[in-house]
């Protein structure tokens, strides 16, 4: 509150400020967001209008690109395209006109699930596991406490991927290579670190005497935990959520390295397209398209959560 | 209602003491005031009281039942938090009804009782709103509602009136006060601020360093406190401590100081130390010329019909309120005189006080 009224106080004492804040912020959107219109306005053009020079940027919108992204092809003679008859579906025509004719589905929608399921089963499981050891730290006397805090957050103080070979003999030792029991466990390890630390940093924010007066009206101490200390927590678990998810959808090379068929997510797949038939831009546009929806539609969901809770609490209410 | 029985309640911390061998017991409907400094185990002993900590040693019983170890949520006590602890997420009467809701009170009894409570408290009309936009007094409100809905065997506050202006907090003292009149539950109210407590106590525990020095009526602590601590921490301004000789037999009826003799009352106990303390109230020290002692004035306050004069003398600065009459000002040289029948003399070792005449014998130095 307080906080807000000395930056409009800033803000009005100098237009010109104001104006360059503007401006640069303007500008800053622009660059973000131009790759990204970009890639999207790739996926609806067709595989020559992609790659023309000029770059086009009115063009004649067509599915071809989620079309190829979605299925396998292989290219025909005429005579044998005649023979077939008229086209059934409408990906069907979209296909032929380029002489080609589907032979089954692509397995892009199989990485795709696998991508949901890894990142948001793993991303759950860490906001939970997060919260509640998070509520312990802040609320019990923990022993070694502080050293345990230490220990959680040193797991982040290297690149994940500096454990990789260890974790790849593991897992294949273990037969949990190429499942997805095994990402999400993965992802849950790396994201528990940073679930505790920031949702600790909420809940020592909500005042004791909350939980204190709960127990007192009749709450046992679980339920005054999930009563009355998770909808104030609501804000940081949304954050630390988001957090979670972004990491896990994004992730490359464990999924790279530990994944090739069974529970292979999105990111290394959508590479793969380039390699498969050619340079097919608008395949992979719509490929990276349909990957950035998730998060986009997450954070669109809970950005008023979020909101409060990016300001770590810096905020009063 | 009931009555709280304290025995031999101790609260240590690893090696820190938090409260010390307390033992008292509070009335059936009484408002009982705990006082003292910051720090002093105020709050460890009520949220003992409460449930919410576990003594390491001693008794609680409430209504005659031992309670000492049996969760808060089974002793039917009701607590006021300092910052209120409402539920944000609530609305007024969901915060009121509450306790009742944990109780598995049907929704139409819940109802009726939170609206009963509410226009006790005033609040009616607000029933429905969240509580994240009240007024801190509307706020204090709803959280005394939330106690009185219970019908709780004892009230348990811990400096509700901690967070309000001093203005509002003087309002609220009264209506508290008016509510424990009408209400007539067992109060154990905590604050460290002696104003409130002498205002609204039937009776002042005052605590130091974790101990219970003494409990007593406002006007019996005030006039008769017996120790020094509790002298100094109560009234305003405060007591004044003159050094005065000791090793002094019973039967004594002054004291000698630096630069001059002090009436006192009859001392029924001997001052064995080889020093004491003599405690006079501003309101005991008259200006007169004739005075036992003699000092320079430091500053002359004006307090409506009378006034605070600051006199530097040979036993140190002393604080007197006199009739704002008497023209003095400040570099005038005055002499002070004693009202001996009220001085209260303490141990210069011990800093009890020591029995005489003001204790008729009561006080156990
Ligand atoms: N959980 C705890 N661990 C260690 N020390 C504690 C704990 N709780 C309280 N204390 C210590 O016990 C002492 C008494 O605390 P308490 O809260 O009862 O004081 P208080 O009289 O209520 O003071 P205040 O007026 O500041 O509220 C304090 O010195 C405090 O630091
Ligand atoms: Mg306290």
């Known amino acids: 509150m307080i906080r807000s009224a000395k930056m409009l106080k800033v803000g009005e004492s100098s237009g010109l400020s104001k104006w360059i804040a503007g401006i640069i912020v303007t500008f800053y959107a622009l660059v973000t967001v131009m790759p990204l219109l970009w890639i999207v306005a790739t996926s609806f053009k067709s595989p020559p209008d992609s790659i023309s020079y000029p770059p086009q940027i009115v063009f004649e919108p067509t599915l071809e690109g989620y079309v190829n992204l979605f299925t396998e092809r292989s290219r025909q003679t005429d005579e044998y395209i005649e023979k077939l008859g008229p086209p059934e579906t409408w990906y069907e025509e979209i296909v032929r006109e380029r002489n080609m004719v589907v032979t089954g589905p692509s397995r892009f929608a199989g990485r795709y699930w696998n991508s ?169 546009s719509a490929g990276t398209t349909l990957f950035l929806l998730p998060i986009v539609i997450v954070t669109v969901v809970l950005r008023n959560q979020l909101l409060r809770g990016i300001t770590f609490g810096a905020v009063r209410k | 209602m009931a009555t709280i029985e304290i025995q031999n309640l101790c609260k240590t911390y690893g090696d ?155 309002l609220m003292c009264e209506e508290l006060r008016l509510l424990h009149n009408r209400v007539g539950a067992t109060t154990v109210y905590v604050t460290h601020d002696q104003v409130e407590a002498m205002s609204m106590a039937d009776r002042i525990c005052v605590m130091e360093k974790g101990e219970v020095l003494q409990i007593a009526t406002p006007d019996e602590i005030y006039a008769r406190p017996t120790s020094k601590f509790v002298g100094g921490f109560i009234g305003s301004p405060s007591m004044n401590f003159l050094p005065a000789q000791g090793g002094i037999d019973s039967g004594a009826k002054s004291l000698a100081v630096k630069g001059g003799e002090v009436a006192i009352p009859e001392m029924y106990q001997a001052i064995t130390s080889d020093s004491a303390w003599i405690g006079a109230r501003p309101e005991h020290i008259t200006l007169s010329d004739q005075g036992a002692l003699r000092g320079e004035t430091v500053s002359v306050e004006y307090m409506g019909s009378r006034q605070l004069v600051v006199v530097d003398t040979e036993c140190g600065r002393l604080r007197v309120r006199s009739d704002n009459h008497i023209p003095v000002k400040t570099g005038d040289n005055v002499g002070l005189d004693f009202d001996a029948d009220a001085l209260v003399v303490f141990d210069g070792h011990t800093e009890k006080a020591i029995d005489s005449a003001l204790f008729g014998g009561t006080a156990h130095g």
């Open chain 2, 16 to 170: 820190f003491v938090a409260v010390r061998e307390s033992s008292f017991t509070i009335q059936d409907g009484e408002f009982f005031v705990m006082l003292g400094p910051s720090g002093c185990g105020k709050t460890t002993t009520l949220r003992m009281i409460a449930g919410l900590e576990v003594p390491t040693a001693g008794h609680i019983h409430l209504g005659g039942e031992e309670i000492t170890y049996s969760p808060g949520s089974q002793r039917n006590i009701a607590f006021v938090f300092q910052l209120f602890a409402l539920y944000p997420h609530m609305s007024v009467q969901d915060n009121i009804g509450f306790p009742l809701k944990v109780q598995g009170v049907s929704r139409k009894e819940r109802k009726n009782k939170v609206e009963e409570v509410a226009r006790m408290l005033q609040i009616d009309h607000i029933l429905k709103q969240g509580v994240g936009g009240l007024s801190s007094g509307d706020r204090q409100r709803v959280a005394l509602g939330r106690a009185l809905v219970r019908d709780a065997q004892a009230f348990l506050m811990d400096e509700p009136l901690g967070a309000l202006d001093a203005e509002f907090r003087d």
């Open chain 1, 116 to 284: 949901i399921f890894i990142g948001f089963g793993s991303t759950f499981l860490a906001v939970v596991l997060g919260t509640m050891a998070a509520y312990g730290f802040s609320r019990f006397k923990v022993p070694l406490k502080d050293d345990l805090l230490f220990f959680i957050l040193s797991t982040r103080m290297m690149p994940p991927i500096a454990v990789a070979i260890p974790i790849y003999l593991m897992y294949r030792e273990l037969g949990l290579s190429d499942t997805a029991l095994g990402m999400i466990i993965l992802y849950t390890a790396v994201n528990v670190s940073l679930a505790v630390w920031l949702l600790k940093g909420f809940v020592d924010e909500i005042p004791r005497e909350y939980e204190d007066a709960a127990l007192i009206d009749g709450y046992s101490r679980f339920q005054a935990f999930i009563k009355v200390v998770l909808p104030q927590m609501k804000a940081g678990i949304a954050a630390t959520a988001i957090f979670c998810l972004i990491f896990a959808w994004n992730e490359y090379a464990f999924a790279l390295l530990l994944t090739s068929g069974n529970a292979q997510t999105a990111p290394p797949f959508i590479p793969a397209i380039i390699g498969e038939g050619g340079l097919d831009w608008p395949a992979v």
